[in-house]
């Protein structure tokens, strides 16, 4: 008798960072994609999980597992230019796998970036790249800053509207600090993620108020009831109308500058049809181009002790002030050590994917 080892928190299993990973190398394998392609892709889910962003992890593998087998992504796509300029790039990701054409882009970005002291990349007709941190990251990483965006299919209600029209529409940030780990914003535009909302219907559990709408455009707390999310903010009074315009902004950069559809012309990625792509957009600067780079970093911590170290007011959920990224950060930390929370609902779900491809389900397993 073989079992997989619970976590502190009922209804999970801890898994080990290398024995997840391989899995859906594995699984990816199975569904066509080469053993270099295959380990690009699952570890953008790796990471997602290891960060704490299960909504985005390994619970969206049966979902690309789907999309490939039915020929709805061409996972050996890769990157064209349809235009370039000193500082620019204008991408066809050509129904890529967005896991992987994700880093590709912001490869490139970053290296014109290197030469020119900055550049704006835009990336057409891809599908889902994980979360934007990952990418946004990776220029922090070399010294400099980054950006990441992505549009997604029509999720969230505008303000005063009915039903969804716009995506999710994340974006992330990041920098490089003199303490080698880096300043990371990643944050969807609208309340939550879908994801967030999977993972109440899957624990039958309710949902916060303020997060989404039924069919009605009524507010609702019930998972299964939900048709749309609500924009960063809630309602208008709670100023959803802010997060409703940040998601414009990045449907503007990832749709319509990229040359891509816009969030309510993408099909949803659980659909049975094709889509016309999601878009990205990606940026990359030197520090040094504005000024010294030591300068900057030392700047950049002064800044986070202070905000790390301010008082803590009365009632607060947390005994200390925390800056962005830093619960990914500890989520990493412990996800490394511990290993890597997944639901008992998402490894079943993971076991019938797997399935029609002949795969192993042994993820987890250790001596009883």
Not at 314 to 341: C, H, M, T, Y
Request: overall charge negative; hydrophobic content about 45%.
């Amino acid at each position: 008798m073989r079992a997989r080892a619970e976590t502190s928190e009922p209804g999970h299993y801890r898994i080990p960072e290398p024995a997840l990973a391989a899995f859906i190398e594995t699984a990816f394998g199975a569904a066509g994609l080469t053993p270099e392609e295959a380990a690009t892709a699952a570890r953008a889910l790796v990471i997602a999980d290891l960060r704490g962003v299960e909504s985005h992890g390994v619970a969206r593998l049966p979902g690309f597992l789907r999309r490939l087998g039915e020929g709805l992504i061409d996972p050996h796509a890769r990157l064209t230019v349809d235009r370039e300029g000193p500082s620019t790039l204008a991408l066809c990701a050509n129904n890529g796998l967005g896991l992987i054409v994700a880093g590709e882009a912001m490869d490139r970005c970053i290296a014109k970036a290197e030469a020119t002291g900055i550049c704006a990349t835009t990336v057409r007709q891809s599908n889902h790249f994980g979360i934007a941190g990952t990418w946004a990251a990776m220029a922090a990483e070399r010294g400099m800053g980054g950006m990441a965006m992505t549009n997604a299919s029509r999720l969230v209600v505008p303000t005063f509207a009915k039903g969804p029209m716009l995506g999710t529409n994340p974006l992330a940030f990041a920098v490089p600090t003199g303490s080698g780990r880096p300043l990371v914003l990643d944050m969807s535009t609208s309340t939550v993620a879908w994801g967030k909302i999977e993972i109440a219907r899957r624990a039958g559990l309710p949902i916060p108020e303020g997060w989404a709408f039924d069919i009605d455009g009524r507010p609702t707390t019930e998972a299964a009831e939900v048709k749309g999310l609500a924009p960063l903010g809630g309602t208008r009074v709670s100023s959803g109308h802010k997060g409703y315009g940040l998601s414009v902004m990045v449907d503007v950069l990832c749709g319509p500058l990229s040359g891509n559809a816009w969030s309510f012309d993408i099909a949803p990625s659980f659909s049975t049809g094709m889509s016309p792509g999601i878009g990205h957009f990606f940026m990359a600067w030197r520090i040094d181009a504005f000024r010294d780079a030591d300068e900057f970093t030392a700047g950049i911590d002064a800044m986070l002790d202070a905000l790390r170290s301010a008082p803590v007011g009365e009632g607060q959920p947390s005994d200390r002030v925390l800056v962005p990224g830093d619960p990914e950060a500890e989520a990493e930390e412990r996800n490394r050590r511990l290993g890597i929370p997944v639901r008992h609902e998402v490894m079943a779900e993971l076991e019938a994917a797997v399935e029609p491809l002949g795969v192993p389900f042994t993820i987890g397993e250790s001596p009883a």
